[in-house]
């Protein structure tokens, strides 16, 4: 699994989620009941996991989509 993006907006992740459920690419999304340990802040993130394989595929569907910038750099 590689690290896509980190990001405490939940809705460019529910989006990013939902395009890559639409081309068939796996992934995990982790932290994102973390708010229950820090009180409900989100001040913790929330990190984006791709199948290692398909990395490079679910980088070039987010950046033509225009999600290109909000992609770690990994």
């Keep these: 699994m590689h690290e896509l993006l980190r990001t405490n ?3 460019l992740l529910s ?3 939902a395009l890559l459920d639409s081309a068939g690419i796996g992934h995990l999304v ?3 009941h973390m708010s229950v340990m820090e009180g409900s802040i989100g001040l913790l993130p929330r990190r984006l996991l791709v199948e290692g394989e ?3 595929d679910a980088r070039a569907l987010l ?3 225009g999600f290109g910038a909000a992609l770690g750099d990994a």
């Design 15 to 17: 989006a990013i989620t």
């Design 30 to 32: 982790l932290d994102q």
């Design 9 to 11: 907006d939940v809705v």
């Design 63 to 65: 950046d033509e989509a």
């Design 54 to 56: 398909r990395a490079d």
